[in-house]
Each structure stands twice: as structure tokens, then as C-alpha cells.
């Protein structure tokens, strides 16, 4: 352990641990999207949507081994820690760099660094701060400007993304994070030591492509929902639907 | 030609410093950026004035020591060219040109545009070096090396050591000044013996002289004279990980079964 706090007592170290849960989280986000497809799949026998199939699933993961919302909780935990060293870190480094240059350019040109490496800090916090009302909203209910019932995700979602200014915020969130893994995917690698001439332009291809799929992936379903090209709710069985025709 | 200079002007370490504007006229297309700044000192010194000082020595751009941050460039706008090799013919006539000191923590002002470099030093004194023995002179290519990685290990050894990259970098880091330092010694044989404690020295000596860290921008590369890498940023970070946390500090240690 104390190897470990020695690598990460040093700015290389800490780059490194921010860009092992920069991946992580990326591992997490291109899962994440991965299951809001499933949003598009057919409704099982019962008529329940696949997506609150999937939901449920996720709470009841690694059963019978483990009793219900254990492995759930176990990842959850696992990735909030990666999202607080993630935090903590890049903003002990940001501090450190500001002592660098006590003196500022008056003139200083970017002739190489990219907008979206240029803006990780600005594009990460955004991120953040939408991670917590995204949570607020369909983790927790707690903001709930639409009708948010637990298990129903079709649902929750339908209603949520009838609203062209949740879409809107939808969208300008996930230009963040397009932009944010545009770097961020490749520049851990860097920082890894793992790029090199014969792999730079598959790992840039790969942070491209990645950025595209998750902006793409989360972003088409609350799109196609919005533009009514998806079956309303209430077409799934009756478990998520109320008396008054909507869900609650 | 005729250039409207915007120069750094700064007594010494204590003095905040500010630009002064500078008028040059009648110069030649093949004048050098360094001989500019001569003909303007000159005219500085015959009316009462104060030369403006900066650093240069070979003017051949092989020995590292000009500087200068010009138009917000490192060495100015011509790539893999250091400020003594670029020519007023880079800039358009009538130009109005900003020059500034390298800008870090870690090198302090000395006067005007000249900056104290020794924390490269500090940090070559800390691992750059390799261990050889006193005997007879061993017999020419008497060490085998891979050409592929003896050129490597020379791309890394062309670094003039001129701080363009702590420059050009955003947060002043040194990254790619000591990488390429680590790279050229832990690549050949001979620098098989330092490799474990070189890179831990080197890296911790430029975090104590208060460089910042990379963010991945690429500006050290496109900014540097020699058009250094960043693969061997990539290269030491490798380097560190593996003589931090992968190999064994207790070489000699005693094992047991159970």
C-alpha cells in the first residue's frame, strides 16, 4: 500500500489513477447506454417494456448468490469512489499546475491542444453537476417535473422526454460527455503509457468512436420518444399504467 | 522591414516588470530574430538606454540556450526551429511582435527576457547520468543494441535542454524535457543499471522544483525545436509505473513457504 501512496503522492501517479477511473467510469457510461437500448427491444411475453426487464434485473443481479440490490450497491459504491478520486485528483492537479505559472502570457497560442482537452475541466464540472440532477431525477424521484413511478422505466422516460426542455437538457449534457470522452478516452491511455506510435491512431479512433456511440446510444431513444416514433406506455401491459389513461 | 516589438522589460527577480514598445526600422529580410534584437540594443546603448538582455550562444540552434516567447509561441512561429535560426522573413513586413520570457514558477526571471534554468540542471543531477567503470576502454559497438531502439534512444538525446516545452505547455510542466532525458538513458544498455532510481529521482526532483502536470494537450511537442515526442512522455510514465509499484524494493529479501 504504501508503493501505492508513494506513485500517487507523485503528479504522474496521480494523472495515472485519474485515468484509471476516467476508464472506469467510461466502462460504466458505454454499459449504461448500452442498457438504455434496450429500450427498442420488443416487450417480453407478459408485455412488460425490455427496459424494465433489464431494470429489474439490475436489482436483483447475482442472484442466488447474493441477496437483492447487493451487487448493485457493490458497483454503485465501486463507482462512486471512482467519481470522487476522479474529482479530487484532477482538482489537486489543477491547483498544482495554477502554482506553476505564477506569471501569466500576455499572449500564449494553442498550436496543438485540441477545444475538447482545452475544456476538460469545464466539461467535467457540467457533467457533475448533471449527474446529480440526473440522479435527483430518475434515481431518486426527488425532482420530478414528470411522473416518475419505480420499475417503470419506459414510462418514466416517455413522459420525462415529452418535454422539449428536458430533451434540450438531455442533449446539451451529452455534448459534454461526447466531448469530455473525445479526449479523456485516449488521453488516459497516454498517461497510461499504453499509446504509442503504432497504436495512436486505433486509440484516437477508439475515443472518437466511443464519444460518438454514447452521445448517439443515450441520445436516440428520449429523441424518438419526443417525436412520438415510440409506442406510448400504455401500448406495454397494464402494470405502469393508472386510472386516468397516464401513468402517475 | 519595419516591426513595432512589444518586449518584457524586467529589472531583475524582485522588479513586477512590464512591456515596452520598441520601434525597429530598415531591417534586412535575412536578419536573424537574435541579430534584430543586437541592432536594437545597439541602438538602445548609443541613445543613454538600457540593452535588453537575452539569452543566446551558439546561434546555430544545437546549444539550447536562446529563448523567448514570441507572439505566444515558444522560439516563434516557425516549427522544430529554435529563435536563433528563425529570420525576420517569417514575419510580415510591419509586423508588431510580442516577446515574453519563458513563463514558470520554476524559472525566475534573471533580467528582461533571460531566465534561470537551472532546475534543469537540478533535475539532470537528480538521475541523467549513467555509471561506467574506470578500466580500458572498451572495444567500439562492444554492447549489442537494437539500431531500432539505438535511433529512438537518439530522437530522445537530440533534447537541447531549452525549456521550450515548459514554455509552451499550459501548466508549465516539464514533462517532456524529463521524459526525454529518462527515455534516451533507461532505452540503451548502458543505462540499464540507474533505471529503476533514475526515474523516480528525475520525476520527483521537477515536482520539487514546482513544474506542473500534462493534461495530454501536445503543445511541448508542437512547440519543441527538435520536435521531441510525446511518446516518450507515454515512455517514462511506463517507466514509473513499473519502478514504483511492479518491481520489488526489497531485491534480496528472505522467502519462506508455508
Same mark, same amino acid.
Given at each position: 500500500m504504501s508503493r501505492i501512496a508513494k506513485y500517487y503522492g507523485s503528479i504522474i501517479g496521480k494523472k495515472a489513477v485519474v485515468a484509471v477511473t476516467g476508464l472506469m467510469l467510461l466502462g460504466f457510461l458505454i454499459l449504461h447506454s448500452i442498457g438504455n437500448l434496450k429500450g427498442f427491444l420488443p416487450p417480453n411475453s407478459a408485455g412488460e417494456p425490455d427496459i424494465d426487464v433489464y431494470a429489474h434485473f439490475l436489482t436483483v443481479m447475482g442472484e442466488p448468490l447474493l441477496p437483492d440490490m447487493v451487487a448493485l450497491w457493490a458497483i454503485r459504491i465501486i463507482l462512486i469512489i471512482a467519481l470522487i478520486l476522479h474529482v479530487v485528483t484532477v482538482s489537486k492537479l489543477a491547483a498544482h499546475n495554477r502554482r506553476a505559472r505564477p506569471v501569466a502570457y500576455r499572449n500564449h497560442k494553442h498550436v496543438a491542444a485540441t477545444l475538447p482537452a482545452r475544456w476538460m475541466f469545464v466539461t467535467g464540472g457540467i457533467i457533475l453537476t448533471f449527474l446529480v440532477i440526473h440522479l435527483l431525477q430518475f $434515481? $431518486?424521484? $426527488?425532482?420530478?417535473?414528470t411522473p416518475i413511478v419505480y420499475g417503470c422505466v419506459y414510462s418514466n422516460l416517455y413522459y420525462a422526454f415529452q418535454q422539449w426542455w428536458i430533451l434540450l437538457f438531455y442533449v446539451g449534457a451529452l455534448s459534454m460527455v461526447g466531448l469530455h470522452v473525445f479526449h479523456g478516452a485516449w488521453s488516459a491511455f497516454q498517461t497510461l503509457g499504453v499509446d504509442n506510435p503504432d497504436r495512436n491512431r486505433k486509440l484516437r479512433g477508439f475515443a472518437l468512436g466511443t464519444a460518438a456511440f454514447l452521445v448517439l446510444g443515450f441520445l436516440s431513444l428520449p429523441t424518438l420518444m419526443y417525436l412520438d416514433v415510440m409506442k406510448h406506455p400504455n401500448a406495454y401491459g397494464e402494470s405502469c399504467v393508472l386510472s386516468d389513461g397516464r401513468s402517475e | 522591414m519595419k516591426f513595432t516589438l512589444e518586449i518584457w522589460r524586467q529589472e531583475n527577480g524582485e522588479d513586477a516588470g512590464s512591456f515596452s514598445s520598441h520601434e525597429v526600422d530598415d531591417v534586412s529580410p535575412d536578419t536573424s530574430f537574435l541579430e534584430m534584437l543586437d541592432i536594437l540594443n545597439e541602438k538602445l546603448t548609443e541613445s543613454g538606454g538600457e540593452p535588453i538582455a537575452f539569452d543566446s550562444d *551558439? #546561434?546555430? =540552434?544545437? *546549444? =539550447?540556450m536562446c529563448s523567448l516567447v514570441i507572439n505566444g509561441e515558444a522560439h516563434g512561429p516557425? #516549427?522544430?526551429?529554435t529563435t536563433c535560426q528563425l529570420y525576420m522573413r517569417h514575419f510580415p513586413d510591419g509586423a508588431s511582435i510580442t516577446v515574453e520570457p519563458w513563463r514558470s514558477g520554476a524559472f525566475?526571471?534573471? #533580467?528582461?527576457l533571460a531566465v534561470d534554468r537551472s532546475a534543469f540542471d537540478r533535475i539532470m543531477r537528480a538521475g541523467g547520468y549513467v555509471t561506467v567503470h574506470s578500466g580500458p576502454k572498451p572495444d567500439p559497438n562492444d554492447v549489442p543494441v537494437n539500431p531500432e531502439i539505438s535511433e529512438k534512444a537518439l530522437d530522445a538525446s537530440t533534447c537541447i535542454g531549452c525549456g521550450a516545452c515548459v514554455a509552451a505547455c499550459p501548466n508549465g510542466a516539464a514533462m517532456l524535457y524529463t521524459a526525454a532525458k529518462v527515455s534516451h538513458l533507461s532505452l540503451l544498455p548502458q543505462g540499464q543499471p540507474e533505471r529503476q532510481e533514475r526515474v523516480q529521482k528525475m520525476v520527483a526532483q521537477m515536482e520539487e522544483e514546482g513544474f506542473g502536470s500534462c493534461r495530454n494537450y501536445g503543445e511541448c511537442e508542437a512547440q519543441c525545436p527538435k520536435s521531441i515526442s510525446i511518446d516518450f512522455i507515454g515512455h517514462m510514465n511506463r517507466e514509473l509505473l513499473r519502478a514504483t509499484v511492479i518491481e520489488p524494493t526489497d531485491l534480496r529479501g528472505e522467502m519462506k513457504t508455508q
Amino acid at each position: 500500500m504504501s508503493r501505492i501512496a508513494k506513485y500517487y503522492g507523485s503528479i504522474i501517479g496521480k494523472k495515472a489513477v485519474v485515468a484509471v477511473t476516467g476508464l472506469m467510469l467510461l466502462g460504466f457510461l458505454i454499459l449504461h447506454s448500452i442498457g438504455n437500448l434496450k429500450g427498442f427491444l420488443p416487450p417480453n411475453s407478459a408485455g412488460e417494456p425490455d427496459i424494465d426487464v433489464y431494470a429489474h434485473f439490475l436489482t436483483v443481479m447475482g442472484e442466488p448468490l447474493l441477496p437483492d440490490m447487493v451487487a448493485l450497491w457493490a458497483i454503485r459504491i465501486i463507482l462512486i469512489i471512482a467519481l470522487i478520486l476522479h474529482v479530487v485528483t484532477v482538482s489537486k492537479l489543477a491547483a498544482h499546475n495554477r502554482r506553476a505559472r505564477p506569471v501569466a502570457y500576455r499572449n500564449h497560442k494553442h498550436v496543438a491542444a485540441t477545444l475538447p482537452a482545452r475544456w476538460m475541466f469545464v466539461t467535467g464540472g457540467i457533467i457533475l453537476t448533471f449527474l446529480v440532477i440526473h440522479l435527483l431525477q430518475f $434515481t $431518486t424521484g $426527488t425532482l420530478d417535473p414528470t411522473p416518475i413511478v419505480y420499475g417503470c422505466v419506459y414510462s418514466n422516460l416517455y413522459y420525462a422526454f415529452q418535454q422539449w426542455w428536458i430533451l434540450l437538457f438531455y442533449v446539451g449534457a451529452l455534448s459534454m460527455v461526447g466531448l469530455h470522452v473525445f479526449h479523456g478516452a485516449w488521453s488516459a491511455f497516454q498517461t497510461l503509457g499504453v499509446d504509442n506510435p503504432d497504436r495512436n491512431r486505433k486509440l484516437r479512433g477508439f475515443a472518437l468512436g466511443t464519444a460518438a456511440f454514447l452521445v448517439l446510444g443515450f441520445l436516440s431513444l428520449p429523441t424518438l420518444m419526443y417525436l412520438d416514433v415510440m409506442k406510448h406506455p400504455n401500448a406495454y401491459g397494464e402494470s405502469c399504467v393508472l386510472s386516468d389513461g397516464r401513468s402517475e | 522591414m519595419k516591426f513595432t516589438l512589444e518586449i518584457w522589460r524586467q529589472e531583475n527577480g524582485e522588479d513586477a516588470g512590464s512591456f515596452s514598445s520598441h520601434e525597429v526600422d530598415d531591417v534586412s529580410p535575412d536578419t536573424s530574430f537574435l541579430e534584430m534584437l543586437d541592432i536594437l540594443n545597439e541602438k538602445l546603448t548609443e541613445s543613454g538606454g538600457e540593452p535588453i538582455a537575452f539569452d543566446s550562444d *551558439c #546561434r546555430e =540552434g544545437i *546549444c =539550447g540556450m536562446c529563448s523567448l516567447v514570441i507572439n505566444g509561441e515558444a522560439h516563434g512561429p516557425k #516549427r522544430a526551429t529554435t529563435t536563433c535560426q528563425l529570420y525576420m522573413r517569417h514575419f510580415p513586413d510591419g509586423a508588431s511582435i510580442t516577446v515574453e520570457p519563458w513563463r514558470s514558477g520554476a524559472f525566475p526571471v534573471v #533580467r528582461d527576457l533571460a531566465v534561470d534554468r537551472s532546475a534543469f540542471d537540478r533535475i539532470m543531477r537528480a538521475g541523467g547520468y549513467v555509471t561506467v567503470h574506470s578500466g580500458p576502454k572498451p572495444d567500439p559497438n562492444d554492447v549489442p543494441v537494437n539500431p531500432e531502439i539505438s535511433e529512438k534512444a537518439l530522437d530522445a538525446s537530440t533534447c537541447i535542454g531549452c525549456g521550450a516545452c515548459v514554455a509552451a505547455c499550459p501548466n508549465g510542466a516539464a514533462m517532456l524535457y524529463t521524459a526525454a532525458k529518462v527515455s534516451h538513458l533507461s532505452l540503451l544498455p548502458q543505462g540499464q543499471p540507474e533505471r529503476q532510481e533514475r526515474v523516480q529521482k528525475m520525476v520527483a526532483q521537477m515536482e520539487e522544483e514546482g513544474f506542473g502536470s500534462c493534461r495530454n494537450y501536445g503543445e511541448c511537442e508542437a512547440q519543441c525545436p527538435k520536435s521531441i515526442s510525446i511518446d516518450f512522455i507515454g515512455h517514462m510514465n511506463r517507466e514509473l509505473l513499473r519502478a514504483t509499484v511492479i518491481e520489488p524494493t526489497d531485491l534480496r529479501g528472505e522467502m519462506k513457504t508455508q
